[in-house]
């Protein structure tokens, strides 16, 4: 099993960045894949980005392509998810999560066994 803790989290005006970081730790000898999901005040908790063990794939949810960039360390057991460009509608609780694989890898919640305890973006003027 591995632990998530999410950081990052705060309040930006629209157009502003912020950058979320999740830390690994215990089993971090197993191959995971790390993905990121939000959750909005009202609404169902959502696929934003995945990125495969070794970082060399990764996709990210329509609504925030060309916007959110995931990224990760192996060697410092942490992932990152650059956001840019923000919008109100990116409000919401982020969740880091870890999905066991060595190659194939989801986007599908389910599939995901660790979850972070989430930190909150806010997008507002």
């Known amino acids: 099993q591995v632990q998530l803790v999410e950081s990052g989290g705060g309040l930006v005006q629209p157009g502003g960045s912020l950058r979320l970081s999740c830390a690994a730790s215990?089993?971090?000898?197993?191959?995971?894949?790390m993905g990121w999901f939000r959750q909005a005040p009202g609404k169902e908790r959502e696929f934003v980005a995945v990125?495969?063990?070794?970082?060399?794939?990764?996709y990210v949810a329509d609504s925030v392509k060309g916007r959110f960039t995931i990224s990760r360390d192996n060697a410092k057991n942490t992932v990152w998810l650059q956001m840019n460009s923000l919008k109100p509608e990116d409000t919401a609780v982020y969740y880091c999560?870890?999905?066991?694989?060595?190659?194939?890898?989801?986007?599908?919640?389910?599939?995901?066994?660790?979850w972070g305890q989430g930190t909150q973006v806010t997008v507002s003027s």
């Open positions: 999560a870890a999905q066991k694989s060595q190659g194939f890898y989801s986007d599908y919640e389910g599939d995901f066994r660790s």
């Open positions: 215990g089993d971090t000898s197993s191959s995971y894949a």
């Open positions: 990125i495969n063990w070794s970082g060399t794939t990764s």
